[in-house]
């Protein structure tokens, strides 16, 4: 943050540059004339206060939680777009009254030039608050939404007045970033003369340095086969060399016996719809026109009219029949004679069996990717999307490709593990969130499939590895082998058994009672040799301990 | 224990080479020099040893195994190797002979491996967990050093007996942590609702035998010097033939780690 003037423009690119920003942010400026402006000569000041506190949207203003420090909590990560938080700035302004009023700007470039804020050649600067948002009064605070400041990043080809119409971006504007790393955003505060519209020229303006990084670091490769354990499952990944990796996010989705749990089918879910059949056949039958087509009273089963309903002693007792299809040409009327009714229908999943050397999931999924990169130029057939980046170089052979992205997966449901440091590359499985809900340990027999992210410095969760799918199962170590063969020691130490025992202490003690004894006569004679040899040999250093 | 006496020839030569060193050092031991260095030798009271050798863990001798051979079947049968430190207290000097008293060692070596499925998974027999074996062998000895050759004589050779109780501890572990054995019936349903630990202690005997190289010969004046510096008498290498027979003496049930081998090392006497 820094309060500039045109005439002193040169000291906030210099702070910015060096880092200083914040600290030449406290500093006053003293704000004169602007080109093309209609100052009295002598502009407001206006100074941002360091601390921007963040709120959930909407009204109530709820606070919203600061990051850990060492993942840079003042910058926009993608979950602060997601959430569309509120950043409130606080202002303090001198040398009122005036009639100017207070544009906010954000760019990678010089916003206070009125040639950032008009049509012409790039880069520009977007608007990111509505006019109004902050008063002309000596302390002011403004609200001003993540989407708002992200919107426009990587997609700034024109500039772009605050958007009244739509005021309040969607998710896509969090999609906005290309590239990993932090975009270094500066806002501009600008003091502009009334009637200047967006293209004036300042009378003074404050800065504020805004990073935004909303793009995970590069996917890991998951090695495979994954390791196999005993209710356990031990994962190896290649990381990728980046600096601002912080740690990686484990996920493992529980797919049943032999995957044939929910979740792990290829194919789409189908609708259904259950029927549902009485047993007992002495229910009542009521038709409003009950002999009116001239038989015995009550229609004909074929015949009687659709008003017609029977009603059983017993609701309760209907169940559902196990081929559903084969009444699927009937009408509700002829359901209703047969003491049947169709229930609401549902999507059913229908589980498929793993199949050799397939792996699939529906939830461990890159929703988002931005791009794919790869070494070689003119390639296609690029695929991106799901947990398989695969490429095609234009001569047809393979060629590697990463994606980054963010992956917007619930690690408080599928996260099984987050180990720190950019260099980890192993973890071991051990419980993971079970098919009816609730974390448990890994079951033997349950296939799962698994894929690692790497998180960075913003907190942001990068694209997913491929994955992964294996199964727990029995092992046999060491011990079991030992004890199976016939084996019987274990359970722990000091497992003496013998009369008298245990031994430790009389076999100790007796050597260190000899030792003691040993060591006292041997004092014993070497002060008494020491003693006789001092008289004997005056000067000279006595030998001792050795004949 | 035939693997054991496979460092014979290495003593034999040892004993051999020292031979020919003694008349090259006997320029340097006149009497009257010799009793002027004596005289300013220090006190030597201790001796430190650090020992690095194959260690095979005798698991498969237990009786109760029959010929089924766990380790075996398990580690398979290369090398693992023991590193061990040695503290002995040169508690009384046997006038012309050399020094005894006791002495204590601790050590530390592993065995690992992968760990073979119940069940093969496509066609592969092995998990990916890693199963260990980890044996830290202790024991307290009485140790005697006839030094008389290298003091007297002026052979830089130091053999010497070690004799005296052993105690190992072990530990089996896989990946998830402490082994525990839970042993099932024919239908693969648990006998007991709790499992066997795989940690516990042997205890037995150790005997050794080994000869000593005393370095001093090489340079006495640097020796001497590093004496008066330091308080290190001697310096020295040796060899050791041991049978550390941890068979579980007065233990009903005990896994035998012993290891019936050789052994080099740097040793300091001070």
């Not at chain 1, 700007?105 to 977007?126: F, H, I, K, V």
């Not at chain 1, 727990?472 to 011990?479: G, I, K, Y």
């Not at chain 1, 199976?484 to 050597?511: K, N």
């Not at chain 2, 998830?176 to 054995?181: M, V, W």
């Amino acid at each position: 943050m820094s309060f500039t003037s045109p005439r002193t423009r040169w000291a906030a690119r210099l702070g910015a540059g060096l880092g200083l920003g914040a600290l030449l942010s406290l500093l006053p400026r003293s704000a004169s004339a602007q080109e093309g402006g209609t100052s009295s000569g002598s502009g407001p000041q206006i100074t941002i206060n360091p601390t921007v506190y963040r709120f959930y949207p909407g009204t109530a203003m709820k606070p919203y939680s600061f990051r850990a420090a060492n993942l840079n909590p003042n910058d926009i990560n993608f979950q602060d777009c997601d959430d569309d938080i509120i950043l409130q700035f606080n202002l303090t302004i001198s040398g009122l009254p005036t009639t100017d009023t207070i544009q906010v700007w954000a760019g990678t470039t010089d916003c206070s030039q009125s040639s950032a804020r008009e049509l012409g050649d790039g880069p520009y600067c977007w608007q990111v608050a509505p006019p109004g948002t902050f008063g002309n009064v000596s302390q002011e605070f403004g609200n001003i939404y993540a989407r708002n400041i992200t919107r426009y990043i990587g997609t700034s080809t024109a500039a772009a007045e605050f958007d009244s119409v739509d005021s309040v971006p969607g998710p896509g504007a969090c999609h906005t970033q290309t590239t990993s790393g932090g975009v270094a955003l500066t806002l501009y505060f600008l003091y502009m003369p009334a009637g200047a519209g967006s293209g004036g020229t300042p009378d003074s303006y404050a800065t504020y340095g805004q990073t935004v990084d909303m793009v995970g670091p590069e996917a890991p490769e998951l090695q495979l086969p994954i390791g196999i354990g005993d209710g356990l499952l031990l994962l190896n990944w290649t990381p990728q060399i980046d600096s601002t990796i912080q740690g990686f996010l484990i996920y493992a989705q529980d797919q049943g016996p032999n995957g044939l749990g929910l979740g792990a089918e290829a194919g789409a879910a189908t609708l259904n719809t259950p029927v549902y059949c009485h047993p007992a056949t002495t229910g009542t039958t009521t038709c409003p026109d009950a002999g009116a087509i001239g038989d015995s009273g009550l229609d004909a089963t074929t015949t009687r009219d659709a008003g017609c309903t029977t009603v059983y002693p017993d609701a309760a007792a209907y169940t559902e029949v196990a081929d559903a299809a084969s009444y699927a040409g009937l009408t509700t009327a002829e359901l209703a004679s047969m003491g049947c009714e169709r229930g609401a229908p549902v999507n059913t999943i229908t589980a498929q069996p793993a199949s050799a050397g397939s792996c699939t999931s529906t939830v461990l999924v890159d929703l988002f990717s931005t791009s794919v990169t790869d070494t070689t130029q003119g390639d296609s057939g690029i695929t991106e999307g799901g947990a398989a980046i695969t490429a095609t170089a234009a001569d047809g052979s393979a060629i590697s490709a990463t994606a980054v992205g963010i992956s917007e997966i619930d690690a408080s449901v599928y996260g099984v593990g987050n180990v720190g440091g950019n260099t980890t590359s192993s973890y071991t499985i051990t419980s993971a969130r079970t098919q009816s809900g609730g974390s448990g340990p890994l079951v033997n027999g349950h296939q799962y499939a698994i894929a690692v992210a790497a998180y960075d410095d913003d907190g942001n969760v990068g694209a997913l590895s491929n994955l992964g799918c294996q199964t727990p199962a029995p092992v046999t170590d060491f011990f079991d082998k030992y004890s199976e063969d016939g084996g019987l020691a274990g359970g722990g130490f000091c497992s003496l058994e013998a009369p008298g025992a245990p031994i430790a202490g009389p076999v100790f003690g007796l050597c260190l009672g000899t030792a003691l004894v040993a060591y006292g006569r041997r004092r014993s004679r070497r002060n008494r040799s020491g003693r006789s040899l001092a008289k004997s040999t005056e000067g000279q250093h006595p030998r001792v301990g050795t004949e | 224990m035939i693997r054991s006496w496979r460092a014979a020839p290495l003593l034999a030569g040892l004993l051999a080479m020292t031979a020919g060193m003694r008349s090259a050092s006997a320029d340097d031991e006149t009497g009257v020099l010799s009793a002027r260095h004596k005289t300013y030798e220090s006190a030597q009271n201790f001796a430190f040893e650090l020992r690095f050798g194959p260690y095979h863990p005798r698991v498969d001798t237990a009786p109760e195994l029959g010929q089924s051979g766990p380790y075996q079947a398990i580690f398979g049968d290369s090398t693992r190797w023991e590193i061990a430190a040695e503290f002995d207290w040169q508690a009384y000097r046997i006038p012309h002979l050399g020094t005894i008293g006791p002495g204590v060692s601790v050590g530390y070596t592993a065995s690992s491996a992968l760990a073979p499925l119940v069940k093969a998974v496509n066609g592969s027999n092995l998990s990916g967990e890693t199963t260990t074996l980890t044996i830290i062998p202790t024991y307290l000895v009485a140790v005697l050093r006839i030094d008389v050759l290298n003091r007297e004589l002026h052979v830089p050779l130091v053999p010497y007996l070690k004799g005296g109780v052993g105690l190992g501890f072990w530990s089996a572990s896989n990946s998830g942590g402490t082994s525990c054995y839970q042993a099932t019936n024919a239908a693969g349903k648990p006998t007991s609702s709790s499992c066997v630990l795989g940690y516990g202690d042997t205890w037995g005997s150790e005997l050794a035998v080994g000869l000593a190289l005393d370095l001093n010969f090489l340079d006495r004046r640097t020796s001497q010097g590093f004496d008066n510096a330091t308080g290190v008498n001697h310096t020295f290498i040796f060899g050791e033939l041991m049978d550390y027979n941890l068979t579980g003496i007065l233990q009903s049930h005990a896994l035998y780690i012993g290891n019936h081998n050789w052994t080099l090392g740097l040793g300091f006497e001070f």
